[in-house]
Every structure is written in C-alpha cells, then in structure tokens.
C-alpha cells in the first residue's frame, strides 16, 4: 500500500510542476507609449494566427503573438480575433445535432 501512495504522491508532485510551468509571466518588453500594439493590431493578429503559426514554423523571425503590446487591450482583441477563427464552428455542429434528432 505504501508503493501506491508513493506513486500517487509523485503523479501529484510531477502534475503540479506541470501545470507550474505553464504560468505565465510579466511581459517586460512590454511598451506604454504610441508604438505599442494595440486592440486592433491585437484583433488582427488573432485573426490571422492561423496562417502565421504555419509562416513561423518555417521562419525564424515571424512570431504569433506581438511581444510588444500596450497589455490588456491587445490581449482582448487576440482573444477576440483568435475566437473569430476557431471559435466559430461550434454553433454549426450543434445545429447538425438539432436537426439529426428532429428527423428521428
């Protein structure tokens, strides 16, 4: 018995380090002034992050996300752009599902 709580004891301990190290962090390059990446660069870039994920993959110098932003702002409108794209076929799955139990 004492090799099971052993076992679980380091499945918590590794979990917990796991998920720790996903933390975010501060963003020191971040800039307060008129150079800054704002909501609407911030909607832009979620909106086209898929077609940059894959520009990246392959070169160096293009990133996803803009290191350089003005906070929460651009961080909205990311979400808000990245929802656009990837949050949209949900609605059209539960349709299908709607329909498929009314014909039956």
């Known amino acids: 018995m004492t090799m099971r709580r052993i076992g679980i004891a380091l ?28 909501f609407w660069l911030g909607l832009w870039h979620g909106f086209i992050s898929p077609v940059t994920f894959i520009v ?14 003005n906070g929460g702002w651009y961080d909205f409108g990311f979400m808000v752009g990245v929802s656009m794209i990837f949050g949209s076929s949900g609605r059209g799955g539960g349709a299908a599902r709607r329909r498929r139990r009314a014909d039956r």
């Open 11 to 38: 499945a918590l301990i590794v979990g917990a380090l796991a998920l720790t190290a996903c933390a975010a962090g501060p963003n020191t390059a971040s800039v307060a002034g008129p150079d800054a990446a704002g």
């Open 56 to 69: 990246s993959l392959f070169k160096d110098g293009v990133g996803i996300y803009e290191v350089r932003n």
